[in-house]
């Protein structure tokens, strides 16, 4: 099982779980398209890798910006293997009365609208392509699972991920279109920084959580998409395993 030569799509690859992952694609021998917002810090990824990166700035929320980054994969690279659906956007704990609309639809449209246009258009390319198929990898979060204190947004979002995952598993087999579903928990990384300080605790508390490298989250990717399109992991947890999700809170 190998990812070598494989055409890949990593958003949110400009920091964190997605610039990690998509250097691992890069060191297996995978070709990347790395799409986030900031086409400087895009283009500091991709740099050393030559014309087997592509940096291609994207907003997910915006229909058209999509559609043009498909396109750019598309004369690029002539089809499209692998997508790790990653970008997302979070809010400090908020309490949900105090969760402003503006904020809401900010996360909700990273979270869910984004994660939905990218999952789009890369169903529509997997499925024209000859061969036809691929793979779709979307960042659940544990947060699909079981919520933070004041994460209405951000949990919301998280949890329709699931069912965004399990209808494209189901709408994906006439075409050989495997989809799955990584759900993260206390990757370091600029959104765990204050998990070093203290985050709140369901019981009031505030408490330092332990974290794990980012590069076995990006690992873990890298073999859920080494996988023959015949096998998915349909869902997978990897977290730091001291940090208090298993259990009562």
Wanted: net charge positive; glycine share 10%.
């Amino acid at each position: 099982m190998s990812v070598r030569d494989k055409i890949v799509l990593v958003t949110g690859a400009s920091q964190g779980i997605g610039r990690a992952t998509a250097e691992a694609f890069l060191a297996a021998g995978a070709k990347v398209a790395l799409a986030a917002r900031r086409a400087d810090a895009l283009a500091a990824v991709a740099a050393p890798h030559g014309d087997r990166a592509l940096a291609v700035a994207c907003d997910v929320t915006d229909e058209a910006s999509v559609d043009a980054l498909f396109a750019r994969i598309g004369a690029a690279f002539g089809r499209l293997d692998v997508v790790f659906n990653n970008a997302g956007a979070a809010l400090p704990a908020t309490e949900t009365g105090d969760v402003a609309w503006a904020d809401w639809r900010r996360v909700v449209g990273v979270n869910l609208d984004g994660a939905f246009l990218i999952a789009r258009g890369a169903f529509r390319m997997m499925k024209a392509q000859a061969p036809q198929g691929g793979r779709i990898i979307n960042n659940g979060s544990i947060s699909a699972h079981t919520p933070r204190i004041g994460s209405v947004p951000y949990t919301a979002s998280k949890h329709a991920i699931t069912g965004l995952t399990k209808t494209i598993s189901l709408d994906g087999r006439p075409y050989d279109i495997a989809c799955g579903q990584i759900d993260i928990g206390n990757a370091a990384s600029d959104m765990t920084q204050a998990m070093t300080k203290g985050v709140p605790q369901a019981d009031g508390t505030l408490k330092v959580e332990p974290v794990m490298d980012v590069r076995h989250v990006a690992d873990a990717v890298v073999r859920m998409a080494a996988l023959p399109l015949d096998v998915n992991v349909q869902t997978i947890t990897i977290m730091a395993t001291k940090m208090p999700f298993v259990g009562r809170g």
